[in-house]
């Protein structure tokens, strides 16, 4: 395959977020008398932005909708907080991205997340340096699972599908990549994510054809 970018999701893959997200959403929801579950967190919630965790909490709960905006800036403001004490950077991600660069990949990170967060994590990880573009849950109509967001990278690159790698994490993020027609690597942790991997994962499928 002849890949020419490289489009990055953000949590779970460049960011070990997933605790932060968790405790400032449940730090909110405190206020009210709520909160939910690890492994709602971790399952049901996985990959979704706060106005949809919360809609999903309003027809379970019964949580007025006219609070929502209350509380998701609420958690917001909690992430950040949590981000500027705890994002730091990773030298695996540090060296696998600048050498994907020099290299000549268009970098790109993709996520779900607001666009202040996406830029502040990408800063204090030091990753902003690499990164041709960042994309948010506000450049898109629709979030993951929907390929829109990963549409949206491939036509800002001039590419086609089948020239994009996603790297992903999570069920929603990968069929939103699938959908649009790009290869997926998918991780586990951010702890698979480095230059060997993502070079063997190029190398391997070219000598198969495209799999994916
Ligand atoms: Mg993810």
Redesign the pocket.
């Known amino acids: 395959m002849t890949i020419k970018a490289v489009v990055f999701?953000?949590?779970?893959?460049l960011i070990d977020a997933k605790d932060w997200h968790y405790e400032a959403l449940n730090k909110a929801l405190g206020y009210f008398g709520l909160s939910i579950s690890r492994y709602d967190h971790l399952v049901t919630f996985?990959?979704l932005p706060t106005r949809k965790k919360l809609e999903m909490l309003s027809i379970e709960t019964g949580l007025p909708t006219a609070l929502h905006p209350f509380i998701n800036d609420l958690k917001q403001q909690f992430t950040t907080d949590l981000v500027h004490s705890r994002c730091k950077p990773v030298f695996q991600h540090e060296y696998a991205l600048s050498r994907l660069k020099a290299e000549g990949y268009h970098l790109a990170v993709a996520?779900?997340s607001i666009r202040s967060t996406v830029e502040l994590m990408m800063q204090k990880s030091r990753l902003d340096v690499y990164l041709d573009l960042m994309l948010s849950n506000e450049d898109v109509s629709r979030a993951k699972p929907d390929p829109e967001i990963y549409e949206t990278a491939n036509r800002h690159f001039k590419i086609q599908p089948h020239e994009c790698l996603v790297v992903?994490?999570?069920e929603?993020?990968i069929a939103a990549a699938r959908a649009a027609g790009t290869h997926v690597l998918v991780v586990d942790s951010v702890f698979d994510v480095t230059h060997d991997r993502i070079k063997g994962f190029m190398e391997e499928s070219s000598n198969t054809g495209p799999l994916r």
């Open positions: 999701d953000m949590d779970g893959v996985d990959g996520s779900n992903e994490d999570n929603k993020g």
